[in-house]
């Protein structure tokens, strides 16, 4: 039985939300972090200066701050304890390029706190990993084979690890914000009248997760609707 052909329907009512939430969530992350680029911070800053003073003051002096090739490819490591900018944010003087340095600067803090989401967080990453290859390997032999009303109960199993995933990575994204902007205005890198931008921009980053958590959702609804049907 091929499930794929019969329940398109179903599945592109499960799906859409999800895809739409996504593409608006890309649209204004590029938007507002374009606009916010062009807006050069008061303080002069690069990102990496940013970054290196909100670790400095948290006692994580010797945390580096390393530049990565790509666009918004910023993030936090936790296995290496290293910070890695994309040339953007790290050469950048704007409100973007501040911001989302002291996001990641907000990450290091979370694990330097032992934040219990974001240890949760970390805790899920071998298992998500394992799950999204899985997922991709498990589709296509069901597809091909005609085996997916099998292979079902793990697909099910799949998408809850990787929705339980994004539901832990929405509040961590958040907090990460929250103490960036804490840290950015507690040691004077963004004035009064920067506060604006740098939350738009940060926000605008954080409905990236919003769609994520979505579009898994959404999926996992599809394959319990799937499962539930087959019972009848
Ligand atoms: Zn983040």
Known sequence: MYYTFQSMGLYW??????????MWAHFRLSHTYRKYSDVPVESGQTGAATARQILDRAGLTDMP????????????DPTKRALFLSSDNYHGRSVSAV??????????????????????RMALVPATQFASGAYMVIFLLGMVLGLLKVALPIIIVIFTIIT?????????????????????????????????????????????????LVTSLGQLAYYLALARDDRR
Do not use: M, W
């Open 99 to 120: 911001g989302v340095a002291a996001h990641e600067a907000g990450h290091a803090l979370q694990h330097q706190a032992a934040y219990g989401l974001f240890q949760l």
């Open 13 to 22: 009512l499960c799906v859409i939300p999800g895809l739409l939430l996504g």
């Open 65 to 76: 701050v390393e530049e990565v090739p790509g666009h918004l490819t910023d993030h936090y």
């Open 164 to 212: 339980l995933f994004q539901l832990v990575t929405l509040p961590v994204e958040y907090d990460a914000s929250r103490r960036a902007k804490e840290q950015l205005f507690r040691l004077g890198l963004v004035h009064e009248h920067e506060r604006g931008g740098v939350s738009k921009v940060l926000n605008a980053a954080a409905l990236t997760y919003v769609a994520a």
